[in-house]
């Protein structure tokens, strides 16, 4: 347990802004087999080698691969031996996001500020060291059996957090230009959207800054509701859907099938250069969903006059759209693990905050065809 303490409780309620969180700190996924999952981040997604914890460092019960794309760093996690909470996690859920952290200046007060506004603990705050210094963290869950870690390392320079070394290895593709996660949505159980929605205003100070409900998001077969949560500054944004009744089984409801329960279904990741990082994934052999080409024909009156060239992003299948404050880049790739449950989202923002609502429709209509392949629908 940390004895630190600091003013800056004090500060923060000041601010009114009692969770100020700095950015996404890792993403940490339990994979089945990390060290194969580990080679498709880097060879297919541009991910590069940073950091290992395993039978080398010391530990008897699981090792972690962490990669890094600029600010992104994602640590892949698997058990060394049956009967691991680990390996339960991967028996229920297949391959998935276990843990989103924080990176935040006081891992000791955002626990205790959580907690104290009825979050459920999952990590009493704890100091760990090595030779580059000491980084607190602390722990609480979140919807289906993802928790959020608290990441305190203004007193640590190592190479990700103690117990990892340097991962250093031959093979080193390049990177594809991704640079931030921009979000990472959730999909909840039918009902819990508004109780999830609550959880991130009251235990963590978020706020709504959008809604989408069955009349934004349905085709024929799919509905679904969708509320963003917003950190103060914006640097921390998580979507939350749920499924709404349709006339065949919607996205959502294959996924929480598929999944057994609640989880992260897909995180954004940003893009300077969407025609080339999408180019360069596809390249690699990443896969995207598609929409028909007549979806471009009709582009430039839905959308006005963008920077780019339609050509390029109707050969690529990149999905633009607009809002009042500019336009965004975006494309999903299909699910990225034997279960269809999660994949990626690849984006470009010039202006616009929004998250793409015009495309909602050709999108979903596209996940249905797939959908229909698997007999899922
Ligand atoms: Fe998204």
Redesign the pocket.
Known sequence: MSTLTSDLPKLHEKAGDFMPINGTDYIELYVSNAKQAAHFYRSAMGFQALAYAGLETGLRDRESYVVVQDKIRIVLTSPLQSGTDIGRHIDKHGDGVKVTALWVDDATYAYEAAMERGATSYLKPETIEDEHGKVVRSGIYSYGEVVHIFIERKAYDGIFLPGYKEWKTHYNPSDVGLKYVD?M?GNVELGKMNYWVEFYEKVMGFTQILSFDDKDISTDYTALMSKVMSNGNGRIKF?INEPAAGKKKSQIEEYLDFYEGAGVQ?I?VATDDIIKTVTELRDRGIEFLRVPSSYYDVLTDRVGEIDEDIEPLRELGILVDRDDEGYLL?IFTKTIQARPTMFF?I?QRKGANS??KGNFKALFEAIEREQELRGTL
């Open positions: 979000h949505v979507p897909h954004a975006q989202e984006i998250f793409g």
